[in-house]
């Protein structure tokens, strides 16, 4: 399965050393051009840079040739071009994180997953200890209601 993704779960699997799982379970991940320079801003963590700097041969960076409808627009520039890369794309699954950005897409009928996510589908699998994995999560400034977090925790006991 190839799959788009936006800024915040590479930045975020990249910090707690789990951005492998993204490989293990997805063909191919593409990112737009955007996102790929928001991974590698100075203000980007520099061991995030420095993988941004060296993509792994799974990750794409892709331009976005269309321009985004007004309703993208009002959503910051990795959101808006990976959901519209992955329209443009014909990729149906989009990693994103942003309450924003994951409505936007969900009306695009783009299936959403986010970090939180994949650490949850890597743990079913028996890669990881799902409570321990987002505990190191909750430990970077990673944002997470309780709500959702509670819910998580529910499906993984």
Known sequence: MIVVADTTPLNYLML??????????????????????????????????????????????????????AALCELDAGERDAIQLALDAGVDTLLIDEREG?????????????????????AQRGWIDFRATLQRLEQTNFRLSARVRDEFIRRNP
Request: aromatic share 4%.
């Open 16 to 69: 707690i050393g789990e951005i492998e799982l993204l490989s293990a379970l997805y063909e191919s991940i593409l990112i737009p051009r955007e996102v790929h320079e928001e991974l590698q801003r100075l203000k980007t963590p520099p061991p995030v840079r420095a993988w941004a700097a060296c993509l792994p041969a799974w990750c794409e960076v892709r331009d976005v040739m269309t321009v985004a409808d």
């Open 102 to 122: 994951r409505r936007e897409a969900v009306l695009r009928h783009l299936h959403v997953t986010g970090t939180v996510a994949v650490l949850e589908k890597a």
